[in-house]
């Protein structure tokens, strides 16, 4: 899984009108890969709540 918080951004020096775009699409691209490492994380999340609760059930289920 990657690092969903980048330490830095690339610094780049532009001119003219298509800075503007290009910026734009690094934003994107840095949107969209952050998007993806959250529902990495909130997958695993929620693989790790079904696991905690089956051992509570069986825990529960294994006292009475």
Same mark, same amino acid.
């Given at each position: 899984?990657?690092? !969903?918080?980048?330490s830095?951004r690339y610094?780049k020096?532009f001119?003219?009108?298509?800075? $503007?775009?290009?910026? %734009?699409a690094?934003?994107n691209?840095?949107?969209g890969? !952050?998007l993806?490492?959250l ?10 709540v $079904?696991?905690?609760? %089956?051992?509570?059930l ?7």
């Amino acid at each position: 899984m990657g690092n !969903a918080y980048p330490s830095t951004r690339y610094q780049k020096q532009f001119s003219g009108s298509s800075a $503007v775009h290009d910026d %734009d699409a690094d934003l994107n691209s840095d949107a969209g890969s !952050a998007l993806q490492s959250l529902l990495e994380e909130n997958a695993r999340l929620r693989a790790l709540v $079904v696991q905690l609760s %089956d051992l509570v059930l069986r825990n529960v289920v294994s006292q009475k």
